[in-house]
Nanobody, 123 residues
């Protein structure tokens, strides 16, 4: 497994959670990274992304102002800090490494994917 996501779990609405994704094979090098999610019965959707050097973060409108993406390149790790979570944030969250250093929102622009971590928000 090249990308290992962790940190998911059960959290109450309004609470916080931090997801981590570790890249064991340096697929993050020079590439943008993103988090996607997929809820039951729904298509996978973009959540947040960050360019290679950081400083250019972008978010889905549904999470803007609540979630923060960051990366620690020396540690080959990307994070998703989730705050003020809502029941509609319930999904399996996936990290992904893009084909390039530029920001990207479409799943077909990402080459490597983690196995996903379940986030469940109770009301």
């Amino acid at each position: 497994v090249q990308l290992q996501a962790s940190g998911g779990g059960l959290v109450q609405a309004g609470g916080s959670l931090r997801l981590s994704c570790v890249d064991s094979r340096r697929t993050f090098n020079n590439n943008a990274v993103a988090w996607f999610r997929q809820a039951p019965g729904k298509e996978r959707e973009f959540v947040a992304g960050i360019n290679w050097r950081g400083g250019d973060e972008y978010y889905a409108d549904s999470v803007k102002g609540r979630f923060t993406i960051s990366r620690d390149n020396p540690k080959n790790t990307v994070y998703l800090q989730m705050s003020k979570v809502k029941p509609e944030d319930t999904a399996v969250y996936y990290c992904a490494s893009a084909y390039s250093s530029a920001t990207a929102r479409k799943s077909d622009q990402y080459r490597y994917w983690g196995q996903g971590t379940q986030v469940t928000v109770s009301s």
